[in-house]
């Protein structure tokens, strides 16, 4: 079991900046990737950045230059720098964990269930 709580969202005007952080606890050892996901508004949930074990991050095109993920090194806590929002960047945002049972005797290889998520954390930029 792995836990995601998130903290950091609020309201900001475009072009200012947040910071988001997910405070993970419980089996870190078999989390292998993590990553910001956000639901907008009526809109579907969709990936915002990911971060690998070793350090591969990804990015949404529409965040690229813009948002920043990174993990400290315990791994147990995921922060999203975000700057220059805009306003269609509102969303809530949420954390989750990609996990795998096997990493003790096979590392860590994609595909991870992605199981865990936190509670999100709303993100609203106005103009």
């Known amino acids: 079991q792995v836990q995601l709580v998130e903290s950091g969202g609020g309201s900001v005007q475009a072009g200012g900046s947040l910071k988001l952080a997910c405070a993970a606890s419980?089996?870190?050892?078999?989390?292998?990737?993590m990553g910001w996901y956000r639901q907008p508004p009526g809109k579907e949930r969709e990936l915002v950045s990911s971060i690998t074990r070793d350090g591969a991050a990804n990015y949404a095109d529409s965040v690229k230059g813009r948002f920043t993920i990174s993990q400290d090194s315990s791994w147990t806590t995921l922060y999203l720098q975000m700057n220059s929002l805009k306003t269609e960047n509102t969303a809530v945002y949420y954390c989750?964990?990609?996990?795998?049972?096997?990493?003790?005797?096979?590392?860590?290889?994609?595909?991870?269930?992605?199981?865990?998520w936190g509670q999100g954390t709303q993100v609203t930029v106005s103009s």
């Open positions: 419980g089996y870190i050892f078999s989390v292998c990737e």
């Open positions: 989750a964990a990609g996990t795998t049972d096997n990493r003790a005797r096979s590392g860590c290889r994609p595909p991870y269930d992605y199981t865990y």
